[in-house]
């Protein structure tokens, strides 16, 4: 609170400094940012000296509701975990447990067994390991397997994932050689069989997972590399992005890659992501044969890259999920996109009511949700949205950001648009309060009827 203090009247002093301010009180009273007012006291400078407190005390990152219908949004923290893996992650934080400890021989363990048999169940691979994230799953394969030494890639792979996540750059920093073969939509079989020398490590396909190239193209079947790999004595490596244990096309959405799919087809090793498709906690997994998993967990790069405990809880608790075959039924991500479009439209229209009884009129229009996160570029499902119309949709967003639990939307022709597929069952109420509040102008900035 001293501090905060501190820092409160220091603000107000160099607002005073630089203003010259005439009316004294209003400088300092007046919040950071704000425009000196005239009713200004003291009372404010309280008010601005816990408001500073509650910005510090506040949990971070801080929870919000997203309604954007983007289900895997990267700047909202991707994959909500399910109940049973939030639990698993809490337990494994708050106590000790046999992370490094084998219990039956009471001598030190691994963390990297610990999810072994659930993965090699579930993918059909011989072996796997987990680092933090699929980042650090390609570039721990290509620094133990390819450094010094060619990489062949197809120029329609070069992928840049956001964040500044780019496969040749990574390459680079892997310490491997970038051998682009083939052109943007169109690489052949005979082109990475041309590029393969004494100097070939390894032949990587990177799936393209925020993209597609359509008309003219043409890319090898996995099939056909591997033969081609098995031929050359090469590995060939999968990395998958977002990778799925579950098959989407049951959603009405185009196949994307599935790991197990991968591993019959014959890749040495196949890296995926724990919270895009699995919907678990973030998290990077390399699945595929046993000799190239140990020379992996031999690497230095492994240990910088080890999971947390409490990830490997979560993602422990989420892969038992798929062994159970309740995945679509507990993994949040599942059940957004298995949600039924009658029961969307439904709860659209019952914030609609809700909304009206206070007085805020909002409509009820069809739309479409997407997957997001790198998967399944340009598919949709569809949805209900409830639209609040808006001469000023940037400024309603704002409001919305501000709310006690705020709330994101999407903009699209002057309406501020809510999808309720990605709006978690037990977020109703909260997103209505957030809602009235931004709407009836709380604070007198009359928002209302604007709508
Ligand atoms: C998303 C993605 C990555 C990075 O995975 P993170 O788990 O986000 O680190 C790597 N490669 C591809 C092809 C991806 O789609």
Known sequence: MVEAARQTLEAARARILSAGAPDLEAAVAAPPGAETRGDAGRADL?????????????????PLINATGVLLHTNLGRAPVSRAAAEAMARAASGYSDLEYALDSGSRGSRHDLLLPLIRQLTGAEAALVVNNNAGATLLMLSALALGRGVVVSRGELVEIGGGYRIPEVMAAGGARLVEVGTTNRTRIADYAAAIDETTALLLRVHTSNYRIVGFTEAPRLEDLVALAAERGLPLVDDLGSGSLLDTARFGLASEPMVPHSIAAGAALVSFSGDKLLGGPQAGIIVGRADLVARLRKHPLTRAMRPDKASLAGLHATLLHYARGEAEREVPLWRMLAADPADLAERAAGWRAALAERGIRARVEPGRSTVGGGSLPGETLPTRLLALDSAHPDALAARLR??????????????????????LPDEDAALLESLSWALSGADGSGARGSA
Do not use: H, K, Y
């Not at 309280?46 to 801080?62: N, S």
């Not at 709330?407 to 002057?414: M, P, Q, S």
């Open 402 to 423: 501000a709310a006690e639990m705020p709330l994101i939307g999407r903009i699209a022709e002057g309406a501020l648009l809510l999808d309720p597929r990605t709006v």
């Open 46 to 62: 309280v008010e601005a000296v816990l408001a500073r407190l509650d910005r510090l005390l506040r949990p971070g990152p801080r």
